[in-house]
């Protein structure tokens, strides 16, 4: 596995998207930038939309090949009012 892209400091380093798995990848690196040092993707297979997973944590992440907007974002908002948790 690539090495982490945020560095002991806690400063994110550029990493390429050209993939769902590049994109899961980063995802971690965010998890591992915001504290939570355990996260880790899930892998390939039924994981039921959970991609990355830390002990008090977990991310579903979605690559797009075109910009998406702000529909995903909104839909999260949405989903947080209606439930009063983080998004499905």
Same mark, same amino acid.
């Given at each position: 596995m690539e090495e982490d892209a945020v560095s002991s400091a806690g400063v994110f380093r =550029? *990493?390429?998207? *050209?993939t769902w798995q590049d994109a899961e990848l980063a995802a971690v690196d965010h998890m591992h930038g915001l #504290?939570?040092?355990? =996260? %880790?993707?899930? #892998?390939a297979g039924a994981d #039921? #939309?959970?991609d990355v997973i830390a &002990?008090?944590?977990? =991310? %579903?992440?979605?690559?797009y090949s075109q910009p998406v907007g702000v529909g995903p974002f909104e839909n999260c908002g949405e989903w947080r009012? &209606?439930?009063g948790t983080c998004c499905p």
């Amino acid at each position: 596995m690539e090495e982490d892209a945020v560095s002991s400091a806690g400063v994110f380093r =550029a *990493r390429s998207i *050209r993939t769902w798995q590049d994109a899961e990848l980063a995802a971690v690196d965010h998890m591992h930038g915001l #504290g939570f040092t355990d =996260a %880790q993707m899930t #892998g390939a297979g039924a994981d #039921g #939309g959970i991609d990355v997973i830390a &002990r008090d944590a977990i =991310a %579903q992440v979605k690559h797009y090949s075109q910009p998406v907007g702000v529909g995903p974002f909104e839909n999260c908002g949405e989903w947080r009012t &209606r439930t009063g948790t983080c998004c499905p």
